[in-house]
């Protein structure tokens, strides 16, 4: 008997939601619809197939997205000595297929129970996402897809780099169903992947001071957190002789790599925010999502990155904010290789932090209140004297650390740094070695 079923369907003649149970049929197991049949079987046939034909042809291409054509065939048969039209729909690879004025919803995606066609729950829209776009977040469809990219646009422009319908396809924000992807979608304005900015007072989280939440284009984000953090980021005064010497409590190429991890490597299958949170004696930034599969902490204190967005992160890389893949946490214990106090790097199976702590506060804690410098309090003659002691006891030693120049001079741990640092740039001495290993040698 000639009845409908999941993967069959009647029309006794074209009606405007025929288009419905194709793209149902093309998100499930295929089928085949035909026009001139009412619903019980019976044959009626149709008086103008060409024209049939032609105002389905024409549906199937103006509201069906992504593109499902090569799916579909629709032909002229004959049944009971009556003509009809008959539409034969394969299932796509390119799920879900949805209506253009609708987009990737519920109203617009329809999938077959049985003998009907019905909206897509949310859940079976998102499985086929992932069946048909695999493990990558990225260059999955966005179920947004009126997106608009005028902050983006700005970034590229200052940054003087194109940002047209070309690029968008090269750096895969529009995907080969010319639609966009989630990766379009993060740079968007209607972004609604979070940073979450907190001050505390003290350095527990008792108490809030300020805080503020981002969201938008990631671009606009990362220029918006460091923005934040940046005001937080005093600067402390020291004076030796007639100089003075600036220190900030952080330096800002750490905050800048701190703030470039946490959004380049971020897990954003996730819906939980980035949050950084600042306490008077450290910075402190948590990812959702911990280690890429495969990769240990070890490997990535030794450099090693394995990419969670390769896509993101390659257009960072174009926009020259980070300058290689792997060096961000490098980079991050250079800026503190002068420091006793070193960041701290703690994962667990879905979070990835990472513990600025404040030089300034560790350094005022360290330092003895008699060996505090003050303005006009030591002379110059002070100061070569100091860096006499320094270079006396380098050449006995043969090399010297930084505790060396603050057990040797009673001094605080950043007026060694600062000596020290100035000896370099003088070409006096020369460093070795990084972090722990960093050590002082005479440039002779």
Not at 149 to 160: G, I, L, V
Not at 316 to 342: N, P, V, W
Not at 403 to 427: W, Y
């Amino acid at each position: 008997m000639f009845v409908e079923n999941k993967t069959t369907e009647f029309k006794r003649e074209y009606v405007e939601d025929i288009k419905n149970t194709i793209v149902a049929f093309a998100n499930c197991d295929g089928g085949t619809l035909y026009i001139g049949v009412d619903d019980d079987g019976k044959v009626y046939g149709i008086d103008n197939v060409d024209g049939t034909m032609l105002r389905v042809i024409n549906a199937i291409r103006d509201t069906v997205r992504p593109d499902i054509t090569m799916f579909v065939e629709c032909r002229n048969d004959v049944m009971d000595e009556k003509s009809i039209v008959c539409i034969t729909v394969q299932r796509g690879t390119a799920r879900p297929y949805y209506l253009r004025g609708k987009g990737i919803r519920p109203e617009g995606v329809y999938v077959r129970q049985g003998a009907s066609t019905v909206p897509a729950t949310d859940a079976a829209i998102l499985n086929m996402i992932k069946e048909t776009s695999g493990d990558s977040y990225e260059t999955a469809r966005s179920l947004d897809q009126n997106l608009t990219f005028n902050k983006t646009a700005d970034f590229f422009k200052k940054r003087k780099v194109e940002f047209g319908k070309a690029q968008m396809h090269t750096l895969h924000l529009i995907g080969e169903d010319d639609t966009y992807t989630n990766l379009a979608f993060l740079l968007s304005e209607q972004c609604t992947h979070m940073i979450k900015l907190a001050v505390f007072e003290g350095s527990k989280k008792f108490v809030f001071k300020d805080r503020q939440e981002l969201s938008g284009s990631l671009l606009e984000q990362l220029e918006e957190a460091f923005s934040y953090i940046d005001r937080y980021n005093r600067t402390r005064a020291e004076f030796s002789g007639l100089d003075r010497l600036d220190m900030r409590d952080y330096p800002p190429e750490a905050i800048r790599e701190a703030l470039l991890n946490a959004i380049v490597h971020r897990d954003y299958s996730f819906s939980a925010a980035t949050l950084i949170s600042i306490f008077e004696n450290r910075i402190e930034f948590v990812t959702v999502g911990g280690l890429v599969k495969g990769i240990a902490l070890d490997d990535v204190m030794l450099g090693v990155s394995a990419l969670r967005n390769q896509y993101l992160a390659n257009i960072f890389y174009r926009l020259r904010l980070i300058e290689a893949y792997g060096t961000g946490i490098l980079k991050i214990k250079e800026c503190y290789s002068d420091y006793a106090i070193q960041p701290m790097i703690e994962t667990t199976g879905n979070a990835f932090k990472i513990t600025l702590p404040n030089t300034n506060f560790h350094a005022e804690k360290q330092k003895a209140p008699n060996n505090s410098i003050t303005g006009g309090s030591t002379s110059l003659t002070k100061k070569e004297e100091r860096m006499n002691t320094v270079l006396k006891l380098c050449h006995s030693k043969g090399s010297i650390v930084r505790n060396d120049v603050e057990t040797a001079l009673g001094v605080s741990q950043s007026t060694a740094i600062l000596l020290l640092r100035e000896l370099t740039d003088e070409g006096v001495l020369i460093k070795k070695g990084k972090t722990k290993n960093l050590r002082y040698y005479e440039n002779i």
